[in-house]
């Protein structure tokens, strides 16, 4: 079946600008996770939905971040005013519930570049 | 979330066996220990995970030490696709993943 998803997969935009990020996860997961990866790092938390909600959000760095899930399927990442320090791969993984033994399935990440 | 400790790198010949550790000393006694690892350009992908017991699948075993502060994860004979970046963490419990730096695994023909 279909893996997770992400849209677009590169994204160039300039500071200040307002951008978008898609996920598409595995049809059924009611758990997404959006993560940011910085070069020669690994993945870092951002958010966490279970369904529609938002169960996590410890990981945004500040309001500029925001992130929605409406319909408890596609999410997506929403980034005000970008800075050329949000330059990185956006990842978004599902899992089936959410639990602490679920296996997260990733996508293939957004590269943001900030100019 | 436990503090995890891996090398930074570590290498092995193709068809050899792989042994890749990670301590993680203030694991909690329900935290699970999950393997992750990414290849170049992509996204991670879920190696392995356990509590207590050993644990064998298709890719890997995973070896948990006694007191579970840390783990090994064998590749029983790695291939030039094994080269990646392997992570290792302690779940919450609801599955968040913090990842550290991990290991870089460099296979050679």
């Known amino acids: 079946g279909a893996g997770v998803s992400q849209t677009p997969s590169n994204k160039v935009t300039e500071k200040g600008k307002y951008v978008e990020l898609r996920c598409d996860p595995i049809s059924g997961h009611t758990a997404l996770y959006w993560y940011r990866q910085s070069l020669g790092q690994g993945p870092e938390f951002l958010i966490y939905?279970?369904?529609?909600?938002?169960?996590?959000d410890s990981g945004l760095p500040n309001d500029r971040f925001f992130a929605v899930r409406p319909e408890g399927s596609v999410s997506t990442l929403k980034i005000q005013r970008t800075e050329r320090g949000d330059s990185a791969v956006y990842l978004c993984?599902?899992?089936?519930?959410?639990?602490?033994?679920?296996?997260?399935?990733f996508g293939p990440g957004t590269r943001l570049t900030v100019l | 979330d436990a503090k995890t400790t891996q090398p930074n790198s570590m290498e092995s010949n193709e068809e050899e066996p792989v042994h890749l550790p990670c301590n993680h000393s203030t694991i909690s006694g329900t935290d699970y220990i999950h393997w992750y690892r990414q290849l170049p350009s992509q996204g991670p992908e879920y190696v392995i995970h356990g509590l207590t017991s050993n644990v064998n699948n298709r890719m890997a075993s995973l070896a948990i030490a006694e007191d579970r502060k840390s783990s090994t994860l064998i590749l029983h004979r790695a291939t030039l696709r094994d080269a990646a970046v392997y992570y290792c963490?302690?779940?919450?419990?609801?599955?968040?993943?913090?990842f550290g730096q991990g290991t870089i695994l460099t296979v050679h023909p």
């Open positions: 993984a599902s899992s089936l519930r959410g639990e602490r033994t679920d296996t997260q399935y």
């Open positions: 963490r302690g779940g919450t419990s609801y599955g968040k993943l913090t």
């Open positions: 939905f279970q369904g529609t909600g938002a169960a996590d």
